[in-house]
């Protein structure tokens, strides 16, 4: 009796397995397929080729490339910084901080884009002193722009990462060790504080990589020729590129999220060492 | 207060070491607040305000009577609906797939497999997605040629991957990942102990799971679902690229306001943005509220 319970328990997770597999793998393997039939009768490579030898793909990948780098310093640069603090100094302020890193999650990236053509269009100004000049006026400063905008997506993960890996390690007594030996705040965080946290600084990093490299709502409304509206104009005019670039970013992304959990899971082990 | 005596030693010899303490406390926040201040509240302020303003700067409240008047009405439904049956469909799939590979004795690498998987799906969102939709059940894709091929013409039939329907296909895609990757750690909270009990106890286990399992796991899978809600409501890019702007949605009637005034009224603009913004600060509040009783109940 209990053992035909459990043989039809196991029934129904093989089927609901497979339907999810399916539903999981047809997309990936149809558009593969696809990719391959640029040529007629044949199988070829002849999409990714195209697609890559486009001088406007490896300017708008290279320039998506720069954006991710650039905002994964600012990112580390901003939230390490916080994060030691409040887990230190000022804990009382942790909910503020924390509820601050879940914002992006309520004000979605079209708002955002919305909010920043509307404020940065014009001088920022505080009682007509003006704070900021017009950032949206320049390439150059739409850039910084488009990287404070990738940089407020990456918040949540980011900020999530680095308070789960500030955990992991007794930052009061490593601070205090090296403040005892003589170490100002500055080789605390940079020489202390910062390499014992390469695990979640990398799996916040590749994340953030992810999320920026193909995004396309905040690029095309500031008009930056990244790569995300590069691929959604290809898709206006051709059939086979575009299919073959979905597979290239689906690439991108498993590599990215599998590195995170290698990366992750050595973090576990030599935690569960360490204790 | 006392962590800042370390640092409060080397500064002393200051004339004002109250202020510079003060200062050396909070100083490693202040760029935060301040990219905060600047990058997330006053562009969201700026937008908000200007939702209470009309053409020469009064305050009205005329605009949010606009929110309820057509295009924008029919935008809100039309996003609730879908945001709704993402929810719905990739919630229920996904506890059901989280159920069987955590409870479903199915060997080890399945379940890695999945769970990386999902970490990809759930992130793989955007242009790409759409384009790896069109390129399979688009009018030249890969299954509607294959169907094609044996007679059956998917479009003919009623299917279309520019529509209402399609938008929910491609949009469970990552909904039903996020779903299961929450809820894997909920159904692992769940203790043996707890089925042993109540067998000790007489239940059957439909009745372990209707009167124990399940009143645990609600408020878990509702605030997961109500995760996914926003997570569909705020999605502009894959719902951009694959139909073009013929979905009436609120992001899409956002990113055409955006590109031209073509709502005729910037500050109903602005109140479609705050409109958003409220549907979406819900569904956190709801998440985080109902996501910290599940953290209570299963500790």
């Given at each position: 009796m209990k053992s035909a319970k459990l043989r039809r328990v196991s029934w129904l997770s093989w089927i609901v397995i497979v339907v999810g597999a399916i539903y999981f793998l047809a997309p990936l393997v149809g558009t593969f397929e696809y990719s391959l039939t640029a040529l007629r009768d044949q199988y070829s490579f002849a999409a990714y080729e195209r697609a890559f030898a486009d001088p406007r793909f490896v300017q708008s990948f290279g320039y998506s490339m720069l954006l991710a780098l650039a905002t994964i310093v600012c990112s580390i640069l901003l939230i390490v910084p916080t994060a030691y603090w409040v887990h230190l100094y000022v804990p009382q302020i942790r909910p503020l901080v924390e509820g601050i890193t879940l914002l992006p999650f309520v004000v979605p990236a079209i708002v955002l884009v919305f909010g920043f053509i509307k404020i940065y269009s014009r001088p920022l100004e505080i009682m007509n002193i003006p704070l900021v000049p017009p950032l949206l006026s320049t390439i150059e400063s739409t850039n910084i722009v488009l990287i404070a905008g990738y940089t407020v997506l990456s918040l949540p993960y980011m900020y999530r990462a680095v308070d789960n890996g500030l955990r992991a390690i007794d930052v009061r007594r490593l601070t205090e060790a090296a403040q005892s030996l003589g170490a100002g705040w500055g080789t605390i965080l940079f020489r202390i504080i910062l390499p014992n946290l390469r695990t979640a600084l990398l799996s916040g990093a590749l994340l953030t990589f992810a999320i920026v490299v193909g995004e396309l709502t905040l690029a095309t409304f500031l008009g930056i020729p990244a790569f995300g509206p590069y691929l959604q104009q290809l898709g206006q005019h051709k059939a086979y590129e575009?299919?073959?670039?979905?597979?290239?970013?689906?690439l991108?992304?498993?590599?990215?999220?599998?590195?995170?959990?290698?990366?992750?899971?050595?973090?576990?082990?030599?935690?569960?060492?360490?204790? | 207060m006392a962590q800042t005596a370390t640092f409060g030693n080397r500064t002393s010899a200051l004339t004002m070491p109250r202020l510079r303490n003060l200062f050396i406390t909070w100083m490693g926040v202040i760029p935060f607040f301040v990219f905060s201040i600047l990058f997330l509240f006053l562009p969201s302020y700026s937008l908000l305000v200007d939702a209470f303003k009309d053409a020469q700067g009064n305050w009205t409240l005329a605009n949010l009577g606009g929110l309820f008047e057509d295009p924008i009405r029919s935008g809100f439904i039309l996003s609730i609906q879908i945001s709704a049956f993402t929810a719905l469909l990739g919630g229920v799939f996904g506890f059901l797939l989280a159920y069987a590979l955590v409870l479903g004795?199915?060997?080890?690498?399945?379940?890695?497999t999945f769970v990386t998987f999902s970490g990809v799906a759930s992130n793989f969102a955007g242009v790409p997605l759409a384009f790896a939709f069109i390129a399979v059940l688009g009018r030249t894709g890969a299954i509607t040629s294959m169907f094609k091929s044996v007679g059956i013409d998917l479009y003919d039939a009623g299917f279309n991957l520019y529509s209402f329907w399609g938008l929910i296909l491609v949009y469970l895609f990552f909904q039903f990942p996020?779903?299961?990757l929450i809820?894997?750690?909920?159904?692992?909270?769940?203790?043996?102990?707890?089925?042993?009990?109540?067998?000790?106890?007489?239940?059957?286990?439909?009745?372990?799971?209707?009167?124990?399992?399940?009143?645990?796991?609600?408020?878990?899978?509702?605030?997961?679902?109500?995760?996914?809600?926003?997570?569909?409501?705020?999605?502009?890019?894959?719902?951009?690229?694959?139909?073009?702007?013929?979905?009436?949605?609120?992001?899409?009637?956002?990113?055409?306001?955006?590109?031209?005034?073509?709502?005729?009224?910037?500050?109903?603009?602005?109140?479609?943005?705050?409109?958003?913004?409220?549907?979406?600060?819900?569904?956190?509040?709801?998440?985080?509220?109902?996501?910290?009783?599940?953290?209570?109940?299963?500790?």
């Open positions: 575009p299919a073959a670039l979905a597979i290239v970013s689906f991108l992304t498993w590599v990215a999220l599998v590195l995170i959990s290698i990366v992750t899971r050595g973090n576990a082990g030599s935690a569960a060492g360490s204790h | 004795k199915l060997p080890k690498w399945i379940r890695s996020l779903m299961l809820m894997i750690p909920s159904l692992e909270g769940l203790r043996p102990e707890w089925q042993e009990a109540a067998e000790n106890l007489g239940a059957s286990s439909p009745q372990y799971w209707r009167y124990v399992a399940f009143p645990i796991l609600l408020p878990s899978l509702l605030g997961t679902m109500i995760l996914l809600f926003g997570n569909a409501f705020g999605a502009y890019a894959t719902a951009f690229a694959l139909t073009g702007g013929r979905l009436n949605l609120v992001t899409i009637q956002i990113g055409a306001q955006i590109r031209g005034d073509v709502l005729h009224n910037p500050n109903l603009g602005f109140a479609m943005a705050l409109g958003m913004v409220i549907v979406m600060l819900v569904c956190i509040v709801g998440y985080t509220l109902l996501q910290r009783q599940t953290e209570k109940w299963l500790q």
